[in-house]
């Protein structure tokens, strides 16, 4: 399979969003199935890092600058699906719910409120509008937390009460950690110790994401970000008790994007015509049309784009399965029409959102293999 191929989610089956789910079968909660076979016998303590930005072809990538994660993929390797899109709020909300995008309604990067002009930038996201109300689907730490478990997740103290951390995270105990030292003591911390009730302890890094984003993957910063990355993972693997195991996962892949590769919305008037809001994100856009304008705009940005995208209504897109099941509540937060770019290329809108997006070297979103194609890593204690 080419790394540029469609890759259709493997959503209740082998996906990002069967990870906790899996997890939980493993450490006994009721209603939980082991779904990815994990096989983790006598296991009563999980460790769970979501490495941002690692797709399962960034390893090769990362190989020689983290000798641990290496030695993981090596020994057990193991792919699995993200959902789509291939961003991470969507997918934040898909590992921590155990429910794929159409449900829980966190459909993207930046989404348009229904009977508004207003878009949502979910990583900018605090209690507007309200988290329980957008997104109402119970998180796996809640039902974790209620069955007994000790539930805990580590991340940066800027994200303690973010609007995604409430919709995606919201009955774990939250411990702050500003860096990867910090990051590996919390999830330590969070697994408790032996004679203690059964745990899950979940830690985010974003920094291979980020700085892939800003400088490009295999960069010398991306490189660094990657030898973080195995510090953290010998941290932990380190100190896992003997009744422990560590699962290693990511959100989404990531991939460059060369300037010659983008479209410029807001420097093009036939692509800017019948639109009346533009949400998403560079790889994958969301175009909520003026009334009666759908089949125009469609017309003329399947022309304009041509190979370089698939471009249809919402409807067709929704048929196809990428979302899972999208009950009527959420439909408004996808677009009229919806824009899947190929290969290397993106639609950038440096007026229309933030302008720093546009200038980013590497992007997500899409469904090629190299943005959802992720690992699942597993690991029992160190003997």
Not at 29 to 54: K, M, N, Q, S
Not at 229 to 250: E, I, K, W
Not at 292 to 320: C, K, P, S, Y
Request: charged content about 20%; glycine content about 10%.
């Amino acid at each position: 399979m080419s790394e540029f191929d469609q890759v259709l989610p493997r959503y209740g089956a082998d996906s990002l969003m069967d990870v906790l789910p899996s997890a939980l079968a493993t450490l006994g909660v009721p209603g939980f199935t082991d779904i990815l076979g994990l096989e983790l016998d006598g296991v009563r303590r999980i460790a769970v890092l979501l490495i941002d930005g690692l797709g399962w072809h960034q390893i090769p990538t990362a190989a020689p600058f983290a000798s641990n994660l290496a030695d993981l993929a090596g020994r057990a390797p193991r792919m699995i699906t993200t959902g789509f899109p291939s961003t991470t709020p969507t997918s934040l909300v898909s590992f921590g719910t155990g429910i794929a995008p159409g449900t829980h309604g966190v459909l993207g990067f930046r989404v348009a409120i229904p009977g508004t002009d207003r878009v949502l930038t979910h990583t900018h996201w605090r209690d507007d509008p309200d988290p329980a109300i957008w997104q109402p689907v119970p998180t796996l730490f809640e039902r974790a937390a209620t069955a007994g478990l000790a539930v805990s997740v580590a991340n940066r103290p800027e994200f303690t009460y973010s609007g995604l951390t409430m919709a995606a995270n919201r009955g774990a105990l939250y411990r702050p950690a500003s860096d990867v030292d910090e990051l590996a003591a919390a999830v330590l911390a969070g697994l408790g110790s032996a004679g203690m009730p059964p745990a899950l302890s979940y830690g985010y890094f974003p920094d291979l994401d980020r700085y892939g984003h800003v400088f490009g993957v295999d960069s010398e910063p991306w490189r660094a970000a990657a030898v973080e990355v195995d510090a953290l993972l010998d941290r932990v693997l380190d100190g896992l008790p003997a009744d422990g195991a560590l699962l290693v996962t990511a959100d989404h892949g990531q991939l460059d994007v060369p300037a010659e590769h983008r479209f410029d919305f807001d420097a093009d008037p036939r692509l800017q015509a019948g639109v009346r809001v533009i949400a998403g994100e560079p790889r994958v856009r969301y175009l909520h049309t003026l009334p009666g304008a759908t089949d125009d705009v469609l017309a003329t940005w399947t022309e304009i784009l041509g190979d370089a995208a698939w471009v249809a209504r919402r409807d067709e897109v929704i048929a196809q399965s990428w979302f899972g099941v999208v009950p009527e509540r959420n439909l408004e937060r996808i677009g009229d029409v919806v824009v899947i770019c190929h290969g290397t290329h993106a639609v950038v809108a440096p007026t229309s959102e933030h302008a720093i997006k546009a200038m980013l070297i590497a992007y997500h979103g899409a469904y090629s293999a190299v943005e959802m194609e992720i690992p699942l890593l597993v690991s029992r204690a160190r003997s």
